[in-house]
């Protein structure tokens, strides 16, 4: 019995849902809090117990998730029992070795290209995944993998791929990295594990500053990456484009996704597709039916009004996902409402927050979300984003009617964590008033 500590993190519930396909006898605890992974948990069979030290029994092997430690009842007895703990990404790498794995990593991007490249390869040639998003499958018989995997903490690099993909490298994560240095460092050693390839985004400012030594390859708009898109046409409808590879036309997409962030990621699969000598017509059909990732640009119609769900939770994030929606709504009012996480990054990045939200026609902003000890932040709430945004409010659970004087507008609502509470509230509200 393999016993999951900490089993609703996104992470943590892909991989007991791939164990289980595989065969492995799972059970796992949680906090009582509500969490959406809950749902594809329950439908594999799995169970989900409330954290008790008499959950741990003699002969169980542990996996245990990243945001616990000795402190734990059931670590602790796990450990008074000197049974064999795994970390989530150990476990990862023990698991994935079995399979010719592509890892995707990236600031940004790195979810919905896994789960992009977990669609399109598993419609042409069968594939196994782990995303970030909750979701993940596999059969033993399946030759490929398709790892989301996470720098935080240098995570990733416990894992051994095939294929290195780099979205992109940006400062995160400050609570760990240093600085921008100290992030590019992590990739680099990430980039030098890839036994086929790296192919990295040759668009991104830092992707070229690696030294590695397997093959890296670059994609991009550019002229002067390996794969290149050509004739990007962005419609409300999606996105177009051809794409030349080393010189060599392969073949016409169209992706029925908004952004250039979009498109980038697309060609990250695509290169994959490339150097595994896939059909281009192939992968341009089955790329047409990808549907995106879960919390990611995901859209409800309630009369005149769309609202869409979004992970966005880095500056970046939020620009690019303004950005996609006014690409598909043009003739809409677009209002941004933002709940961000962690007080070193709101503090970090309280400019960048706002230059982003002031892309919106109007911004709400949320408190922060606070999961982890951090210590030196006591003075920073909401109000480091609020005082600089143009049209910008605070926003609770208790004043979300003051979303209800929208007409013909998308409502964006933007973080890593819990903002679907306020999305559902509003959502009901506003239907009782239709």
Do not use: W
């Not at 596999?138 to 720098?151: D, G, M, P």
């Not at 409800?300 to 996902?321: N, Q």
């Not at 709940?339 to 706002?354: N, P």
């Amino acid at each position: 019995m393999y016993h999951f500590i900490g089993i609703k993190g996104t992470g943590m519930s892909a991989l007991a849902q791939i164990m289980k396909d595989l065969g492995y006898e799972i059970q796992g605890s949680d906090k009582p809090d509500h969490f959406f992974t809950e749902k594809d948990l329950i439908e594999k069979g799995i169970r989900i117990l409330p954290f008790d030290e008499n959950n741990i029994e003699p002969g169980m092997i542990i996996v245990k998730g990243n945001a616990f430690n000795e402190h734990n009842i059931e670590v602790q007895k796990a450990m008074d029992l000197d049974l064999k703990i795994y970390t989530y990404q150990e476990m990862v790498a023990k698991l994935t070795n079995k399979f010719k794995t592509i890892a995707i990593s990236g600031c940004h991007g790195k979810t919905t290209t896994t789960a992009m490249m977990s669609h399109v390869l598993e419609n042409m040639i069968g594939c196994n995944y782990l995303i970030g998003d909750g979701s993940g499958f596999a059969k033993k018989e399946n030759q490929y993998f398709a790892l989301e995997a996470c720098e935080y903490k240098r995570h990733f690099l416990d894992y051994d791929p095939n294929y290195a993909i780099i979205t992109n490298i940006e400062l995160d994560h400050i609570d760990y990295y240093k600085d921008i240095d100290d992030v590019i460092d992590a990739y680099q050693s990430f980039a030098n594990k890839a036994e086929k390839m790296v192919l990295a985004c040759g668009d991104d400012p830092y992707t070229h500053t690696l030294e590695v030594n397997p093959p890296i390859f670059y994609y991009g708009l550019k002229e002067d990456n390996d794969i290149i898109a050509k004739d990007v046409e962005y419609k409300d409808s999606g996105t177009e484009f051809d794409v030349f590879v080393e010189g060599n036309y392969y073949g016409h997409f169209d992706l029925p996704l908004y952004g250039k962030h979009m498109l980038l990621n697309a060609l990250a699969v695509i290169g994959v597709c490339y150097y595994e000598r896939l059909e281009a017509k192939e992968v341009a059909k089955h790329l047409k039916s990808f549907e995106g990732a879960k919390r990611r640009f995901k859209e409800k119609e309630i009369g005149d009004i769309v609202t869409i769900d979004d992970y966005a939770h880095h500056p970046t994030e939020v620009k690019v996902t303004i950005k996609a929606a006014r690409q598909k709504y043009p003739n809409k009012k677009i209002i941004a409402i933002l709940k961000t996480h962690t007080l070193s990054r709101t503090k970090e990045f309280a400019d960048e927050f706002a230059e982003a939200l002031n892309l919106a026609d109007e911004s709400y902003i949320m408190d922060v979300g606070v999961d982890r000890e951090e210590t030196g932040y006591d003075d920073v709430t909401y109000e480091v984003i609020l005082d600089k945004l143009d049209h910008g409010k605070y926003i609770s659970i208790d004043s979300v009617d003051q979303l209800l004087q929208y007409e013909n507008a998308v409502l964006i609502f933007m973080s890593s964590k819990d903002i679907y509470v306020l999305q559902e509230e509003y959502e009901k509200r506003l239907k009782e008033a239709k």
